[in-house]
């Protein structure tokens, strides 16, 4: 943040704010009186200040924000503990409230709710697992990152795997039978694309994101192994998941070819637990982590919030 302006009243907020973003240049946002307990400037700072650079492929990558982050852990918590999530059959395929939806997804980005709101108003299966759907669909990068996303297409595309859509454009195959493709991969190329995964996600930076990837494969691939219950293989949950964890930096070749990474996720998601184990259970602490450019972008904010006695305490 380069540049703040002031409302002229006793204790006063910035409400302008100019940004230099390294990707999409200089940004200047105006903001009316927060309302209620919501923090509108703070919200938009965490998602416009969340980049970094990646030294060793010197390269820049968009970070998850804070907030979102934090949005997504408490779905997450509040699917795992829902005793309805293993049984309720399509469970990502139904409708739920948009209206809803949207406000909830809101009350979570502003970080006014917390799980224990969750549990006691919006305990709502269907809710909480089209809500996990929209906040992927809706993050400013691929929960994987959009680089190391492209990375892992491009690795398991030299796996060579025989994919069952086409096998079954030459004949029919049963939908329990969609997933036996990647339910015959070798330990080899399995253990070439956990390699290549180690790789991207090796050290305490992406710790957080690596958490993040994990709980959610590790939910539905938990979904999956309940096929007679829910109806939900591993090739359904990638074609619902395909645009949630689609590279940004893929968005206009999606239209030519929208179905390029349903392998990949399906892959993922079937062998989740070996591609992405977990040594101990994740925590909050883990998972919802500001990186550096934006902690520091939200220590100055405060600061700039202080009246002049608190300065001068």
Not at 68 to 85: D, I, T
Not at 219 to 246: D, G, P, W
Not at 283 to 309: F, H, N, P, R
Request: hydrophobic share 40%.
């Amino acid at each position: 943040m380069s540049f703040a302006a002031f409302y002229p009243k006793e204790k006063p907020k910035p409400n302008l704010l100019q940004i230099k973003h390294p990707k999409i240049g200089d940004i200047l946002l105006r903001f009316t009186g927060d309302k209620h307990e919501r923090d509108l400037m703070a919200s938009w700072l965490k998602v416009l200040t969340s980049w970094g650079v990646d030294r060793k492929r010197n390269r820049m990558y968009v970070a998850i924000a804070s907030n979102f982050s934090y949005a997504m852990w408490c779905v997450l918590y509040a699917l795992y503990q829902h005793p309805a999530v293993l049984s309720t059959e399509g469970i990502f395929r139904r409708d739920t409230n948009v209206t809803m939806k949207h406000k909830f997804c809101n009350d979570l980005l502003y970080e006014t709710l917390g799980v224990a709101d969750i549990l006691q108003h919006y305990n709502d299966v269907v809710l909480l697992a089209k809500t996990l759907q929209y906040m992927l669909l809706n993050l400013p990068c691929s929960i994987f990152g959009d680089d190391n996303f492209d990375d892992l297409v491009q690795t398991c595309q030299t796996l060579q795997i025989e994919n069952v859509i086409d096998v079954k454009k030459q004949r029919d195959v049963e939908e329990a039978d969609l997933d036996s493709d990647v339910a015959g991969m070798t330990s080899v190329q399995l253990k070439q694309l956990r390699d290549c995964i180690a790789r991207i996600y090796a050290g305490s930076k992406t710790r957080h994101r690596y958490g993040l990837i994990a709980l959610t494969l590790h939910l539905l691939k938990q979904i999956t192994m309940q096929y007679a219950q829910n109806r939900m293989t591993c090739h359904a949950m990638s074609l619902l998941f395909v645009m949630c964890f689609e590279s940004k930096n893929n968005a206009q070749q999606m239209l030519q070819n929208p179905l390029r990474s349903v392998l990949l996720i399906k892959v993922l998601i079937f062998h989740a637990y070996y591609l992405f184990p977990a040594s101990q259970p994740w925590k909050m602490a883990d998972i919802v982590v500001a990186e550096k450019q934006e902690k520091l972008t939200l220590e100055k904010y405060g600061e700039l919030q202080l009246s002049k006695e608190q300065k001068q305490n």
